[in-house]
């Protein structure tokens, strides 16, 4: 069981930037796809990024292509997102998780189910 605790959150304007970090302790980081996901209240929980093992393939929803950035550090167990140009409707808790269910997978997946150890989240709030 991997733990994740994530980083970074804040209330800031519209157009700024804020990068999060999601620190991962007790499991083999570098073999696991990894994630940054986001819910608003009402909404249903959504991908924003995923990165596979290495970093070499990086899936984004489209509402953030362009602004947001996802990386990881596999040396120092760390995954980030770089937000920039932050709007309004960013505003949401972003959770990082990971998917430990097969370790080197090519590609990432991109469902909320598919992912098994979960940080507890950290609130983005983007003013106008």
């Known amino acids: 069981q991997m733990q994740l605790a994530e980083s970074g959150g804040g209330l800031v304007q519209s157009g700024d930037s804020l990068r999060l970090s999601c620190a991962a302790s007790?499991?083999?980081?570098?073999?696991?796809?990894m994630a940054w996901f986001r819910q608003a209240p009402g909404k249903q929980r959504e991908l924003v990024a995923a990165?596979?093992?290495?970093?070499?393939?990086?899936s984004y929803t489209d509402s953030v292509k362009g602004r947001f950035t996802i990386s990881r550090d596999n040396a120092k167990n760390v995954v980030y997102l770089q937000m920039n140009s932050l709007k309004p409707e960013d505003t949401a808790v972003y959770f990082c998780?990971?998917?430990?269910?097969?370790?080197?997978?090519?590609?990432?997946?991109?469902?909320?189910?598919?992912?098994?150890?979960w940080g507890q989240g950290t609130q983005v709030t983007v003013s106008s």
């Open positions: 007790g499991g083999t980081f570098s073999r696991y796809a």
């Open positions: 990165i596979n093992w290495r970093g070499g393939m990086i």
């Open positions: 998780a990971a998917d430990t269910s097969f370790p080197f997978r090519p590609a990432p997946r991109t469902g909320a189910a598919e992912y098994d150890n």
